[in-house]
């Protein structure tokens, strides 16, 4: 019910309202000053908004007061700026004061009075815009720029320095959004380069005071610009084609000059320049096979020619002369070791077994009775050298192999078995070898047979002697002892030691002398263990026979035992036949003038000799 | 041939234009400097005004009128008619006096304590220079034609017995009066100089 009557008397006051307005009258609204403008700092103008009028005819007046005085001015011009404005002139405009302004709005019910306004004419500048803008296009460089010349508001006194005005441009393509800025000070003229060509331009300028408002802008000019493309094209293509025609010709260049340029740049890697180097082998990967080519013979060059000074040169083995050979070897024994390695086929290249003194003549000698041996068996006639089977443990090896043939002999004549026999008395162990030695020493005279001995024979100290020929060797003592001949014995029992001495150093291996003739000596190798008595216990002995006590009537060649080294079994030589002594004894030998033979002759080949070494082999002198 | 005409022009506008551009160099320095001030003065009072509350803003403004600055009693043409009807000299002298006085009351100048410290030098600076655009352009008799331009009111005394007073009134009419003043150096010097000028368009 309430709410009835509330809706019913809402209704009659939205009814009567507009009534009452129409017909009531109010004193006006309060009108507000909207702002106030001077163009050029010497007049300004005011604008105000009126309130609501109250529905009867209201009256604006506007008064002012100025700062240093109480008296109120109304407005002097009221229309020359338009409705709701109060213009003042120069007369009225004081500048560097300040302006109390109040707006005034009047009707018949009443006055309202505005909210009064300060204002200082100074800050309330706001010129008008640039006038005659002009922009033109301009060429630089055959790049065109735009040229925008204005003036400014023809009421702002700039001339005098009244007023002081900055300048701003703004320019943006038709078609685009943004405007770009630029600042112009107090300048009057401004250029704008970095056009787009065909592009058509706009453009406007407005202006500012020192201390005031911005202008409004002025009105756009619009500016065309010509096409320059067209020219930036060509240029480009030009550039192009030119470029492309240089590629071209340096294409065809380096394809022209491509091997040589190739080799300039890439030089050919160079290939290893060792001597003995094979790259075969070292593609096959094998370490050894390169490694063993590399070896050079002559390497290294200085030892070898020491060895050249020390050694002897190469013997020149060959088969048809025997008595050349044996006495080249001789003399060549003398001189030095032999270059074995070349006539054995030992792979060991160590030269330096040849180095020592000693060893040298030992192997040497070793070498050369191998080659005798060697030749022998090919021929089988010579009469082989006492060689020391005591040399090199390789050499040695020789032996078996150089004499494994012989046995083929041994069994020819009974004489050869008799020279056996005797050649195997002289194997020796050293007491058992004087006798022996002598024995077969005196017995050759004896006999004045020389077969048994022969001009040459050998003797070879083996390790393994067989008792049986212990047994001979005793006998021989025993015949030696009968024959009682002092020196002879001496000799024998020098020449035992003498061939035990060579086993002394090498007591591996014995060959048998076996002779075939006189010219012959067969050499077999004795399984037998040698002498024990004889061997061994000898072989400790230094005692050798290299002291030639005299040659005796029958051409024999008597020496003493000496401590030295003797390599002289063939001091036995009794030879008829001059013998040369091969006793060269370190010490002192004096070898025989006679040329009593020494058992051998040709045959006799020696190793070794005149060395008066414990490690050489009883070598038969030859000569 | 051209370029010996040319040459001689040159010549013969530095040699004409010797003793002016002295000046001209001085005025420009002069209004370059006053122009500065006057920038640092609205600043000034700008932020002032930005702290106060828009209560005393009002108060403020109901006030001001009633109040004038200490330069008031300087004489100086307030219009442009009344500017360029002025001698350069008079102008000068007027902006002398106009320095001058704030030179002291600028130290009081409370907003901010770097402001206050450059005010004052660049006053002086500002005043020692536009003696010397006197001193330049006192050719003539004109020493003081004009009486009222010289009265030389103790002004020193107004500020000084109010200084103790640092309300926020004295603050804001201090910032007020400062600021304007300045703009009328500023204004008298450049009508000054563009008047010495000979170019036809003063705004270089």
């Given at each position: 019910m309430k709410k009835v009557v509330e809706v019913i008397l809402l209704l009659l006051l939205?009814?009567?309202?507009?009534?009452?307005?129409?017909?009531?009258?109010?004193?006006?609204?309060?009108?507000?000053?909207?702002?106030?403008?001077?163009?050029?700092?010497?007049?300004?103008?005011?604008?105000?908004?009126?309130?609501?009028?109250?529905?009867?005819?209201?009256?604006?007046?506007?008064?002012?007061?100025?700062?240093?005085?109480?008296?109120?001015?109304?407005?002097?011009?009221?229309?020359?700026?338009?409705?709701?404005?109060?213009?003042f002139n120069k007369n009225d405009t004081s500048i560097w004061v300040n302006y109390n302004i109040t707006v005034v709005a009047t009707n018949a019910l009443g006055s309202t009075f505005s909210d009064p306004v300060d204002i200082d004419v100074v800050y309330i500048v706001k010129p008008n815009p640039p006038e005659r803008v002009t922009v033109i296009v301009l060429e630089d460089k055959s790049w065109p720029f735009l040229r925008v010349s204005w003036e400014p508001p023809h009421k702002a006194d700039t001339r005098s320095g009244w007023i002081t005005l900055v300048y701003q441009i703004r320019v943006k393509l038709e078609q685009e959004k943004d405007w770009e800025m630029h600042h112009a000070g107090q300048q009057k003229m401004f250029n704008i380069f970095s056009l787009r060509s065909g592009g058509t331009y706009l453009v406007q300028v407005r202006c500012k005071p020192d201390h005031g408002f911005w202008s409004e802008w002025s009105s756009t000019s619009y500016v065309k610009v010509p096409d320059y493309f067209h020219r930036e094209k060509s240029v480009w293509i030009l550039i192009a084609v030119f470029s492309a025609f240089i590629f071209l010709i340096l294409t065809w260049l380096l394809h022209m000059n491509s091997r040589s340029l190739k080799h300039c740049i890439l030089p050919p890697v160079p290939g290893p320049k060792i001597k003995g180097f094979d790259k075969q082998l070292l593609k096959n990967g094998k370490s050894e096979e390169i490694f063993s080519a590399l070896v050079v013979c002559d390497f290294p060059p200085t030892t070898s020619s020491n060895y050249e000074d020390l050694l002897v040169e190469y013997l020149e083995v060959y088969v048809p002369e025997e008595q050349e050979l044996m006495l080249e070897e001789s003399k060549d024994l003398h001189d030095g070791c032999l270059k074995s390695e070349s006539s054995t086929s030992d792979s060991d290249s160590g030269r330096g077994s040849c180095d020592s003194h000693t060893l040298l003549m030992d192997k040497c000698g070793e070498a050369k009775e191998e080659e005798r041996h060697t030749d022998q068996e090919r021929m089988g006639t010579e009469a082989e050298d006492m060689v020391s089977p005591d040399m090199s443990s390789g050499r040695v090896k020789t032996w078996p192999s150089v004499f494994s043939p012989l046995p083929q002999y041994s069994s020819n004549t009974l004489d050869e078995q008799s020279s056996l026999e005797m050649a195997k008395q002289h194997y020796l162990s050293d007491s058992l070898f004087l006798p022996s030695s002598t024995s077969s020493y005196l017995t050759q005279p004896g006999h004045g047979t020389k077969e048994a001995l022969g001009p040459s024979y050998w003797e070879f100290c083996l390790s393994n002697k067989q008792p049986h020929l212990l047994h001979p060797q005793t006998q021989a003592r025993q015949q030696l002892q009968a024959h009682s001949d002092v020196n002879i014995s001496s000799i024998g029992r020098k020449e035992a030691p003498a061939c035990l001495q060579s086993p002394l150093l090498r007591p591996t291996e014995y060959v048998e002398v076996q002779r075939v003739n006189e010219d012959i000596v067969l050499l077999q190798p004795v399984v037998s263990g040698c002498g024990q008595n004889n061997c061994s216990p000898q072989m400790p002995q230094g005692k050798d026979y290299s002291k030639v006590k005299g040659v005796d009537s029958d051409n024999k060649l008597l020496l003493q035992r000496e401590i030295m080294e003797e390599d002289r079994c063939p001091c036995e030589h009794q030879e008829t036949n001059g013998v040369r002594e091969n006793c060269y004894m370190s010490s002192a030998v004096t070898t025989t003038q006679k040329p009593t033979a020494m058992l051998v002759q040709d045959e006799m080949v020696l190793g070794v000799n005149g060395y008066v070494d414990t490690a050489t082999m009883c070598t038969p002198p030859t000569y | 041939?051209?370029?010996?005409?040319?040459?001689?022009?040159?010549?013969?506008?530095?040699?004409?234009?010797?003793?002016?551009?002295?000046?001209?160099?001085?005025?420009?320095?002069a209004v370059e400097r006053v122009h500065n001030l006057h920038l640092l003065a609205q600043r000034l009072f700008t932020e002032f005004e930005s702290s106060l509350q828009t209560e005393e803003q009002r108060q403020l403004n109901k006030i001001f009128l009633q109040d004038f600055c200490n330069s008031d009693y300087i004489i100086s043409p307030i219009d442009k008619h009344e500017t360029q009807r002025s001698s350069v000299l008079k102008l000068l002298s007027i902006s002398y006096r106009l320095i001058e006085s704030w030179e002291f009351p600028s130290r009081s100048l409370s907003v901010g304590p770097a402001a206050r410290n450059q005010i004052s030098p660049k006053l002086s600076e500002l005043k020692t220079g536009i003696l010397l655009l006197i001193g330049a352009n006192q050719d003539g008799a004109e020493m003081f034609p004009d009486s009222s331009t010289l009265q030389l009111a103790p002004y020193g005394n107004y500020y000084q017995s109010l200084g103790a007073d640092e309300s926020l009134r004295r603050t804001y009419e201090l910032l007020a009066c400062f600021k304007k003043d300045m703009h009328k150096v500023e204004t008298y010097l450049t009508v000054a100089k563009c008047r010495l000028s000979p170019e036809a368009n003063c705004t270089l």
């Open positions: 939205l009814v009567f309202t507009p009534h009452a307005k129409g017909t009531g009258n109010s004193p006006p609204g309060k009108p507000t000053l909207t702002r106030c403008r001077s163009p050029e700092k010497e007049t300004f103008t005011c604008w105000w908004e009126p309130g609501s009028d109250g529905g009867l005819p209201t009256t604006f007046a506007l008064y002012y007061r100025k700062e240093t005085s109480e008296t109120v001015y109304e407005c002097p011009d009221y229309h020359t700026a338009g409705k709701n404005s109060c213009f | 041939m051209d370029r010996a005409v040319l040459l001689l022009s040159v010549l013969s506008l530095g040699v004409s234009s010797q003793p002016i551009t002295e000046g001209q160099r001085l005025f420009s320095i």
